[in-house]
């Protein structure tokens, strides 16, 4: 064993076994392919370090927080709302990442000032906003939209900021703009399968039947998922 004094966990996953985490779909691809024998988290959890969780209360990473909180009732919990999956691209784009290492390596980390810190830093970070505009698309749509434009200001490169931005667009109906958003993400990571399948539902909205085609068959070459990458 490592006799870890302080453990920092980034959005840790306590299970992927759909029969721990039946609210658990993102990673059902790689959950099929494995035999869970010795999957006992809460048996591997140090009684005796400190424990820190960062992570987005939202969604699946905050039902993995909630039973890591019950394994492991000494756990501090760090918790960055619109944070997003992992937690550590929110800690990064609101450059807060060196200052939180720092800190725990000198056994000063405070997760009260952390969370200050956050809250500060929240407002220059694309990765917030963009979060934001997700988790608001479907009941308030227009600020959901101003939110991603914002993200998008603030880093017009960020590949998953023109994702979020694409879907408002084109649900918008504004399919040329988001068209390019969706061009800029592909440009920024090409292998991300879902990237290929908006493009093609974009190509859709345009009427280009033959591009769209090509484009879903390049998402289903990456393996698409369309249930868990929706």
Request: proline share 4%; glycine share 4%.
């Amino acid at each position: 064993a490592i006799q870890a004094d302080l453990v920092l966990a980034i959005s840790p996953q306590f299970s992927i076994d759909r029969g721990k985490v039946p609210f658990e779909k993102r990673w059902s691809a790689d959950a099929a392919k494995i035999q869970f024998q010795n999957d006992d988290m809460a048996s591997q959890i140090s009684p005796t370090a400190r424990i820190v969780i960062v992570s987005d209360p939202a969604g699946p990473d905050g039902y993995h927080a909630a039973m890591f909180a019950r394994a492991a009732p000494h756990a501090e919990h760090l918790l960055l709302p619109f944070g997003g999956h992992p937690a550590g691209a929110f800690l990064r784009d609101a450059r807060m990442i060196s200052a939180f290492l720092r800190d725990a390596i000198a056994g000063k980390l405070s997760v009260t000032e952390q969370r200050q810190r956050a809250r500060s830093a929240r407002r220059r970070s694309a990765v917030y906003w963009s979060n934001l505009a997700s988790a608001l698309r479907k009941k308030r749509r227009l600020v959901a939209k101003q939110a991603a434009l914002h993200a998008a200001e603030l880093d017009p490169e960020n590949a998953s900021v023109q994702f979020q931005l694409c879907r408002l667009l084109l649900a918008d109906g504004d399919a040329l703009a988001a068209l390019s958003a969706i061009e800029i993400a592909i440009k920024r990571k090409p292998a991300v399968a879902k990237y290929h399948a908006l493009l093609g539902d974009v190509y859709l909205a345009l009427a280009r039947t033959e591009e769209a085609r090509l484009a879903f068959a390049a998402a289903n070459s990456l393996g698409y998922d369309a249930v868990t990458d929706r």
